[in-house]
């Protein structure tokens, strides 16, 4: 079962690299870039041992980019 999820969310994580570095996600912030990016924020303190920036440099600096944002940095959720 762990295989099967990991290669799963590797599968999705390299589909949002390429739509990334494909421009799909420039221009005005909209619902999907709040989601992607509270979903990017979320993985990180929860599974630390998946470096998903690792392989996907288009996705972590986009990622990078909206979590310098103001209304991103004002709502990051306390540490665990």
Not at 25 to 38: E, F, K, Q, R
Not at 53 to 68: C, G, K, M, Q, T
Request: proline share 9%.
């Amino acid at each position: 079962m762990i295989e099967l999820e990991t290669t799963r969310v590797n599968r999705t994580a390299d589909v949002l690299e390429r739509a990334v570095a494909a421009g799909a996600y420039a221009g005005a912030i909209s619902a999907s870039h709040i989601v992607l990016g509270c979903t990017l924020g979320w993985i990180d303190p929860r599974h630390p041992v998946w470096h998903w920036r690792d392989e996907r440099p288009a996705l972590a600096a986009w990622f990078n980019a909206i979590a310098a944002r103001p209304s991103f940095e004002q709502t990051v959720p306390p540490p665990l």
